[in-house]
């Protein structure tokens, strides 16, 4: 007999989820060769990506909640990567 699982969600924390979105709104990118993220600074990414918080948030979170936890990603992501030894010079 054939047993089926029951599929866990992709994305498993808000912090997890908020770094998606800042991600498909192109508001953060991987460092390509260490893998950080970092900050785009663009103003209209880091909107775009508020605007689809505050319409979609996960499950069981309210839109405030949402909204605030990609506020605490962007704030805690930089523009440089951390292990690139001459970025930002």
Do not use: F, Y
């Amino acid at each position: 007999m054939l047993m089926t699982k029951d599929r866990r969600p992709a994305i498993r924390t808000l912090r997890g989820w908020a770094l998606h979105v800042l991600q498909e709104a192109g508001a953060i990118h991987e460092c390509e060769e260490h893998g950080w993220a970092r900050d785009r600074a663009d103003p209209h990414a880091r909107d775009h990506a508020l605007a689809l918080a505050r319409q979609h948030p996960p499950e069981g979170v309210s839109a405030d909640q949402a909204d605030a936890e990609i506020n605490d990603v962007l704030d805690s992501i930089g523009e440089t990567c951390p292990e690139c030894p001459d970025e930002g010079l």
